[in-house]
C-alpha cells in the first residue's frame, strides 16, 4: 500500500501529541517488505488503541551486507558465489507517552511477534535534576553560618520557623476501583487532554459534574434494579453537591432491540415512571425524562457510528449474552449472521451517545457495564481526534457498591426479569406474603450453620448479600455471616432477609401504588423532564454539529 494512502487510511485513528516529548523509539527489521508494512501498520493500531500518539513508520536506511563464498578449492571466479543480503528498517516513535503504558505496548508486540520481524527498543526515561535540591541545602546552611555572623555585630534575624504546608494526599480508589483508576491516569498522562476543561471562543470554561443513568423499562423492577441503581439514584439526590446537574433515563430506544407488543412497552414505562415518583426522586433536584423524547440523542448516535470501530463492538459481551453466545463467539458464525439485529450490535453506541449529549462527568455503573462505559471514552477519543475539537467530555465511574443479586431458584445466574420463573426474582411491588413465600423457597443447601461461600454455598452467600445490601449499618457479607456462624440455621437467614427486604419495600409499595393511578400526573412530571434533558442536549448537539461542519448556514 502507498505510504500517502496508508497514512489517509490511518488518520481517523491517530492520536496527536500535546508536548512532543519522545517516550519511546521503536526500529522494526526484516528482509520482507510485506512482513514489515503489516507488523508495521499492527504496532500503530496497538499504540492507538492504548491512548498513545505514534508517529511513523519512517524508512530508515537500508543495511545492505555483501559476501563471497568459495564453491570449491580452486581460486578462479567461476568457482565463487556472490551473496548480498537487503535489511530493511522502519522507526516508530511515541511521544507523550507514559512508561507504564509504553511497558505494556512493547510486551503486547513481543507477545504477538511476527515471523521474519526483529525488534529493537530505545525507551526514554526522564528523571528531575537533583541539582536544585543541593543548592537548597546550601543555601540553608549558609543561613545558619550567616546566623551566627550576624550575632557578633549585635543583629540577628528572627526567622519563623519553617513549616512546610502538609498538602493532603490524593486518596487512592479501593481495590475494586483500581483497574478503572489506572485506565483514567494513563490517559491523562499519555498526552491526553483535559477532560474537565473545554475551551469556549479562547476562555477556559470549568464544566461541572453531571451525573447520568439509565434504566430500561422491561417490567416492574425486581430486588437488583432496586440495589444497583434505583436506591444508588436516591442516595445520589440526597448527598450530591447542589451544583451537581442529575439526569436519569428511561431508556425505551434500548428496549426495543428486543421486540415487543406496543401496548407492553408503553405500559412498562409508565409503570417504570411511577416506581422512579415511589422512590422519591425530585422533578426540582433530578431530571427525569424518556430517552425518546429527546431526538438528539439518536443524532448523536449517528455522528459517533461514523467513527466508531466495528473491531471494537464485536469484541462486545452485550450482544453475544443476549443472544445467549459464548464471549469468544466471532462476526464470523454462522448464529451470529443467522440471529444478530443491527439494533443490538450498535447498541454500545447508543449508550454511548445517552452519556455525552448531556455532557456527563459521572456515571454509576456496575461490573457488567464497565465494558460499555470504556466504550463510550473510546468514542470521546476518537470524535475529539478527527474534529480536533474538545466539545465531548470523558465520563468517570461511580463504582456502585452494592454486590450483584443473584437468582433465588438459580443462584449461579444473575435475578433476572427474563427469566421464566417468578419465583427466582422479587418485584418492589410484591406484597409481604408474596416476598415471603419466595425467600422461604429460595435454593439453599443441605450444609448445616450459615457461612458465606458464593463459590460452594451459591445460595446462602446471595441470602446473605440480599441482607448486607439492606443493612442499616452497612455491614459486608463476610462480617454477617462471622455474627451468624453460632447457632444461626438457614431458617433464621431466611426470615431475617424477609424482614428487612419487607420493611423497606413496604412505603415504596405504597407509593407506587397511589401513583401508577394517577396518568395525567405522571405524564406532566415526564413532560417537564423531557423539556429540561431535550434542552440540555440542543447545547452539546450545537457544539458537536458546530465541529462536523453541519452547523448553521453563515
Not at 201 to 210: A, L, N
Not at 261 to 271: D, G, I, K, S
Not at 405 to 427: A, G, H, V
Not at 439 to 450: E, H, M, N, P, Y
Request: hydrophobic letters at 35%; charged letters at 25%; a neutral charge.
Amino acid at each position: 500500500m502507498p505510504r500517502a494512502l496508508e497514512a489517509l487510511y490511518l488518520k481517523p485513528l491517530r492520536r496527536e501529541a500535546e508536548y512532543g516529548v519522545p517516550s519511546c523509539d521503536l526500529q522494526l527489521r526484516s528482509y520482507s517488505v510485506r512482513n514489515l508494512e503489516f507488523f508495521c501498520d499492527f504496532a500503530l493500531r496497538a499504540a492507538y488503541y492504548l491512548g498513545l500518539p505514534a508517529y511513523g513508520p519512517v524508512p530508515l536506511p537500508r543495511m545492505v551486507q555483501r559476501w563471497t563464498v568459495p564453491k570449491s578449492t580452486f581460486i578462479f571466479k567461476k568457482s565463487q558465489e556472490n551473496f548480498e543480503r537487503i535489511t530493511l528498517r522502519r522507526l516508530i516513535q511515541i511521544r507523550d507517552g507514559h512508561p507504564e503504558t509504553v511497558q505494556i505496548w512493547l510486551a503486547f508486540l513481543q507477545k504477538h511477534a511476527y515471523y521474519g520481524i526483529g525488534m529493537k527498543a530505545n525507551v526514554w526515561e526522564f528523571s528531575k535534576l537533583e541539582v536544585g535540591k543541593e543548592m537548597d541545602k546550601s543555601v540553608e546552611q549558609t543561613e545558619k553560618l550567616l546566623e551566627d555572623k550576624w550575632e557578633h555585630l549585635g543583629y540577628v534575624e528572627r526567622r519563623p520557623e519553617h513549616q512546610k504546608s502538609k498538602t493532603p494526599r490524593e486518596r487512592l480508589p479501593a481495590a475494586e476501583d483500581l483497574e478503572e483508576y489506572l485506565a483514567s491516569e494513563r490517559r491523562r498522562i499519555a498526552g491526553g487532554r483535559n477532560l474537565w476543561v473545554h475551551k469556549n471562543q479562547g476562555q477556559d470554561e470549568e464544566i461541572p459534574q453531571v451525573v447520568f443513568s439509565g434504566i430500561q423499562p422491561t417490567g416492574i423492577p425486581h430486588l437488583g434494579n432496586y440495589l444497583g441503581a434505583l436506591r444508588e439514584w436516591k442516595r445520589l439526590q440526597d448527598t450530591a453537591h447542589p451544583d451537581t446537574k442529575l439526569l436519569f433515563c428511561i431508556a425505551d430506544l434500548h428496549a426495543i432491540t428486543v421486540p415487543r407488543p406496543a401496548e407492553e412497552l408503553y405500559e412498562h414505562r409508565m409503570h417504570l415512571m411511577a416506581v422512579l415518583r415511589a422512590m422519591g426522586l425530585d422533578e426540582n433536584r433530578s431530571t427525569i425524562f424518556f430517552q425518546s423524547a429527546v431526538p438528539y440523542h439518536t443524532d448523536l448516535q449517528w455522528i459517533l457510528s461514523c467513527t466508531a470501530s466495528m473491531g471494537y463492538l464485536s469484541r462486545m459481551t452485550q450482544w453475544k449474552s443476549k443472544l445467549q453466545l459464548s464471549d469468544n463467539t466471532t462476526m464470523d458464525d454462522p448464529a451470529v449472521k443467522k440471529s444478530l439485529k443491527h439494533g443490538l450490535f450498535s447498541y454500545p453506541i447508543l449508550q454511548a451517545a445517552d452519556i455525552l449529549i448531556h455532557r456527563a462527568t459521572h456515571v454509576p455503573v456496575g461490573d457488567d457495564q464497565r465494558q460499555h462505559l470504556e466504550f463510550s471514552r473510546e468514542c470521546v477519543t476518537n470524535f475529539n481526534s478527527t474534529y480536533k475539537t474538545d466539545c465531548l467530555v470523558a465520563p468517570q465511574t461511580i463504582v456502585s457498591t452494592s454486590r450483584r443479586i443473584m437468582s433465588l431458584t438459580k443462584p449461579q445466574q444473575k435475578m433476572s426479569k427474563s427469566d421464566p420463573s417468578p419465583k427466582s426474582r422479587i418485584l418492589i411491588t410484591d406484597s409481604p406474603d408474596e416476598i415471603r413465600k419466595k425467600i422461604r423457597g429460595a435454593t439453599t443447601d443441605s450444609l448445616a450453620g450459615v457461612s458465606y461461600d458464593p463459590q460452594t454455598r451459591p445460595g446462602v452467600a446471595n441470602l446473605i448479600e440480599i441482607l448486607s445490601g439492606f443493612d442499616p449499618e452497612r455491614r459486608s457479607p463476610q462480617v454477617l455471616a462471622q455474627q451468624m456462624e453460632e447457632g444461626y440455621k438457614i431458617t433464621d437467614l431466611k426470615e431475617a432477609v424477609t424482614k428487612v427486604v419487607c420493611d423497606e419495600l413496604a412505603e415504596v409499595r405504597e407509593r407506587y401504588q397511589l401513583y401508577v393511578s394517577q396518568n395525567d400526573q405522571l405524564r406532566e412530571y415526564a413532560a417537564v423532564g423531557n423539556q429540561k434533558a431535550t434542552e440540555s442536549a440542543k447545547k452539546t448537539m450545537e457544539l458537536v454539529n458546530e465541529a462536523v461542519g453541519l452547523g448553521p448556514l453563515r
